[in-house]
């Protein structure tokens, strides 16, 4: 194996299985709540690569000397077709996506070229109740991939624009304050604050946010930092939906979080992470960002989330349910119409029944048996009675 | 609850790591003979001693929630990681050195470059639009201009006397770098009033 076949071996999903069963878990959650499931190529036009993807896609050239591009994400391309082929549809528009986007790693952030991704877009809903379904998605999701331990950080990124809009820094100034807070580098901050002679009030709001996360009582604590109109507007949008969240016993908590200021282009609204102990990553991301499907021709609202399914594998090994239910032995061409017979009455009931074309040995049939959780082995003619082999289910 | 694991750097940042930690109480004893994992006095957090190139990916990967890495390490790995204090030891600066009477230019061929940092290098050399080249050493970076391997060295410097026996100095500063304490995003999310209490306590014993 060469040094190029193993630095991109190196980068793949850990345990496809694992990957399987959360993708199944989830999509099942997605269809419960009607989310209707949209698949994309894997290439695409490289210039409908929105702005916060430039210069981070992988190119090819297509035949006619046109360049092209590995998706770089999917919400875009669900905005995409929300623009133009679904726009003749009643909204609220409600699709989900499964599948893996492709970007070159990201200087001092994400490094992976593959990113596999489980999500929803509900697109053309603006307010709480939709902020809300979104945000209960996600923890439902969470909950029933077994990440019962998990939490979602909930914020909304007015609140720091306001901050940073009613100061008299500039752009770039905006852009080395939120690269120090994001960093948490108070240090730096206080002397970047001083050296840009921002007024005291908003200086010392923008040092304190670091310390706005918690509980709702995180509400009183910043508001008693700024009276400006829009930070009041989003502290009251994100408390509005925190009270609803309260009040519906979400399977896994949220937490008032308005220290992230990372991509704050992106977002509009409210924003969130899911984060699980010993994962070091984010295994879930969401917010609202209203001006996504604009550059595609229609102004509309939208709220969505990710799941990380490379990021969340690793937490199901071991407790993935299934892939096949029964593994039906074959033995010879002659039994194939009886053991065919079996099979679809097996898949009639909703099993996943797979015929062991292999006539595999029994020490490679358990090999294969542990790969796919199979929790019964059938041998035919067995007079309509199965018999059980190997783990139970 | 497990443990918050703190990943400290081997070499010349370790002594006073340990010695910070000592002082505020969650070491007792600095001298660990060869263990590389240990816990604090009081349980609560777990010690891991690793080489300095591996901590930033031990804490950006969440297997330690903090690290003690030096400042020339972070920039040189990339990594996506929270840097909440510097701990005002170790400073360095990182600087291009080249042979006695040579200057910087943009101008003329493209230069090689002998580092142990060739993204901080790279960055640079971009930055000032000079054309250059990187060769990636291991150590004794120093070497490289007298054996006719680069034409400039970009390399880590304390006093600079290094550079002067072997006939270089320094033509231009990159950065000025100390040691710093890191913490995992997800952890500062999880763990964030233990990773606090410790960030404050540490503050407390740093020189103003």
């Given at each position: 194996?060469?040094?190029?076949?193993?630095?991109?071996?190196?980068?793949?999903?850990?345990?496809?299985?694992?990957?399987?069963?959360?993708?199944?878990?989830?999509?099942?959650?997605?269809?419960?709540?009607?989310?209707?499931?949209?698949?994309?190529?894997?290439l695409q036009p490289a210039d409908g690569v929105q702005p916060a993807d430039l210069g981070r896609t992988f190119d090819v050239p297509d035949e006619s000397g046109g360049l092209l591009s590995l998706r770089p994400d999917f919400t875009s391309l669900v905005a995409q077709e929300a623009a133009t082929t679904g726009q003749g549809i009643p909204r609220p528009l409600r699709r989900s996506y499964c599948g893996t986007a492709f970007r070159k790693p990201d200087r001092g952030g994400d490094r992976r070229r593959e990113i596999r991704q489980s999500g929803v877009e509900?697109?053309?809903?603006?307010?709480c109740l939709a902020d809300a379904e979104i945000v209960t998605l996600a923890s439902e999701g969470l909950a029933a991939l077994g990440l019962d331990q998990a939490q979602i950080h909930l914020g909304h990124v007015g609140f720091i624009d306001a901050l940073l809009d009613a100061s008299n820094l500039t752009e770039a100034g905006k852009t080395i304050v939120c690269n120090?807070?994001?960093?948490?580098?108070?240090?730096?901050?206080?002397?970047?604050?001083?050296?840009?002679?921002?007024?005291?009030?908003?200086?010392?709001?923008?040092?304190?946010?670091l310390d706005l996360v918690g509980?709702?009582?995180?509400?009183?604590?910043?508001?008693?930092?700024?009276?400006?109109?829009?930070?009041?507007?989003?502290?009251?949008?994100?408390?509005?939906?925190?009270?609803?969240?309260?009040?519906?016993?979400?399977?896994?908590?949220?937490?008032?979080?308005?220290?992230?200021?990372?991509?704050?282009?992106?977002?509009?609204?409210?924003?969130?992470?899911?984060?699980?102990?010993?994962?070091?990553?984010?295994?879930?991301?969401?917010?609202r960002y209203d001006n996504l499907v604009q550059p595609f021709g229609s102004k509309e609202p939208a709220v969505g989330c990710a799941f990380e399914i490379n990021r969340i594998s690793p937490f199901l090994e071991g407790s993935e349910p299934a892939d096949?239910?029964?593994?039906?032995?074959?033995?010879?061409?002659?039994?194939?119409?009886?053991?065919?017979?079996?099979?679809?009455a097996l898949r009639s009931q909703g099993h996943r029944a797979a015929i062991d074309v292999l006539s595999s040995p029994s020490n490679q049939r358990m090999l294969y048996q542990e790969a796919y959780g199979i929790r019964r082995i059938i041998e035919p003619g067995t007079s309509g009675t199965l018999e059980e082999e190997g783990r139970s289910s | 609850m497990k443990p918050l694991t703190i990943a400290l750097s081997k070499g010349r940042l370790l002594a006073p790591a340990l010695s910070l930690f000592e002082k505020i109480g969650l070491i007792a004893l600095p001298d660990r003979g060869r263990q590389l994992v240990f816990d604090s006095t009081d349980g609560r957090c777990q010690f891991l001693?690793?080489?300095?190139?591996?901590?930033?990916?031990?804490?950006?990967?969440?297997?330690?929630?903090?690290?003690?890495?030096?400042?020339?390490?972070?920039?040189e790995s990339d990594s996506d990681v929270l840097c909440p204090l510097m701990l005002g030891y170790g400073a360095c600066r990182i600087v291009v050195a080249a042979p006695r009477g040579d200057a910087i230019t943009a101008s003329g061929r493209p230069r090689r470059i002998a580092t142990k940092y060739p993204r901080i290098a790279e960055r640079f050399f971009?930055?000032?639009?000079?054309?250059?080249?990187?060769?990636?050493?291991?150590?004794?970076?120093?070497?490289?201009?007298?054996?006719?391997?680069?034409?400039?060295?970009?390399?880590?410097?304390?006093t600079g006397r290094t550079l002067v026996e072997n006939g270089l100095e320094p033509i231009a500063e990159i950065t000025t770098t100390q040691a710093q304490l890191i913490v995992n995003r997800a952890s500062q999310k999880l763990r964030r009033e233990g990773i606090g209490l410790i960030i404050e306590q540490l503050s407390k014993e740093l020189p103003c």
């Open positions: 194996m060469n040094s190029l076949t193993m630095r991109a071996s190196s980068k793949m999903a850990p345990s496809p299985p694992a990957a399987l069963a959360a993708e199944r878990i989830l999509r099942r959650l997605f269809r419960g709540w009607t989310y209707i499931e949209t698949r994309f190529g894997i509900l697109i053309g809903a603006s307010g120090l807070l994001a960093k948490h580098d108070r240090k730096a901050m206080a002397l970047e604050l001083e050296s840009q002679q921002v007024d005291a009030p908003t200086a010392t709001a923008l040092m304190k946010l509980s709702s009582a995180v509400f009183a604590q910043a508001r008693a930092l700024t009276s400006l109109p829009a930070a009041l507007d989003a502290l009251g949008e994100l408390e509005a939906l925190v009270n609803m969240m309260d009040r519906s016993r979400l399977p896994v908590p949220t937490i008032v979080d308005l220290t992230e200021v990372r991509d704050r282009s992106y977002y509009t609204g409210i924003r969130f992470e899911g984060f699980v102990p010993s994962s070091g990553f984010p295994v879930l991301r969401g917010g096949i239910d029964e593994l039906l032995l074959c033995p010879s061409q002659e039994q194939w119409p009886e053991v065919l017979e079996r099979a679809r | 001693l690793v080489k300095p190139v591996d901590v930033p990916t031990y804490v950006e990967q969440g297997a330690a929630d903090i690290g003690i890495v030096g400042g020339d390490v972070l920039l971009s930055e000032q639009r000079i054309p250059a080249a990187m060769i990636r050493l291991g150590g004794s970076v120093e070497l490289a201009p007298s054996m006719g391997l680069s034409d400039w060295i970009v390399d880590l410097v304390e």
